[in-house]
């Protein structure tokens, strides 16, 4: 990751804090963004930058205060509750705009760059949610969550001559705080937590750094013939 410049969306805390934090250790200069400045604030990496991934005028602005980019990792998401008959056209929206027009956005923003540059890699956070399986009650995520996959392979398909690389990465349950704050809203965290760890086989949350690693894999040279495919880092949920 020397000599290499990256960019992590979502980077305050959880999947994205993990994944600045490695890329940082690896040697890459790091921009970390977030929208919560004072926890971005503690991310141990070179640069931050407060973006809300779904302002389009700060978005197609970004690259004039970063400058190019080697690698893009796109981890800003939401998750939003329900059925089809529960879902409100708010949560629909808010959930594309979030998981997958952010990702459009800010791909669109960083790719001319990286062609100029001769190459590049990008890392989009999917979901074993959606892209995957089908789970009760995540209706809007995981339909956008199955939509980062299209959009992954298309990008791969259309610039695989062109030196860019773009893979995605779908979680099980992870421990981050976002998790965490979904199960204080239920009737009983306890009960609930309990639940998320036993649909994993190995019976437990994965951890932020786990991720981390094959984000560091998939953004690196070492990952170079691979692209537009999905890696499944699930503790054997999907099998």
């Known amino acids: 990751m020397q ?3 990256a960019l992590v969306t979502a980077a305050a805390q959880g999947i994205g804090r993990a994944t600045a934090e490695l890329f940082a250790r690896e040697g ?5 963004s977030d929208i919560n400045e004072p926890v971005l604030a503690r991310v ?3 640069e931050r930058m ?3 991934v779904c302002d389009m005028q700060a978005v197609s602005h970004a690259p004039e205060r970063t400058g190019p980019l080697d690698i893009l990792v796109n981890c800003a998401g939401f998750v939003a509750g329900g059925s089809i008959l529960e879902c409100s056209e708010h949560d629909w929206l808010r959930s594309f705009e979030v ?3 952010s990702m459009f956005r800010l791909t669109r923003a960083y790719l001319p760059g990286m062609l100029r540059r001769g190459g590049g890699s990008i890392v989009n956070v999917s979901s074993v949610v959606g892209a995957v399986r089908g789970v009760a009650n995540r209706f809007a995520y995981a339909s956008t969550k199955a939509a980062v996959l299209g959009l992954t392979k298309s990008i791969a398909a259309d610039f695989v001559t062109q030196g860019i690389r773009c893979n995605a990465i779908c979680p099980g349950t992870i421990d981050t705080p ?3 704050a979904r199960l204080r809203a239920t009737e009983d965290y306890a009960a609930s937590l309990e639940t998320f760890k036993a649909r994993q086989p190995m019976r437990r949350l ?4 786990e991720v981390a690693n094959l984000a560091l894999y998939l953004a690196s040279d070492e990952s170079a ?3 537009g495919q999905w890696h499944i880092i699930d503790g054997g949920w999907s099998n």
């Open 206 to 209: 994965g951890m932020p750094e």
């Open 225 to 227: 013939f691979t692209t």
């Open 178 to 180: 976002s998790l965490h």
């Open 3 to 5: 000599g290499k410049t």
């Open 50 to 52: 407060v973006l809300d």
């Open 28 to 32: 890459a200069t790091v921009w970390a």
């Open 44 to 46: 141990a990496c070179n």
């Open 99 to 101: 998981n997958v027009t």
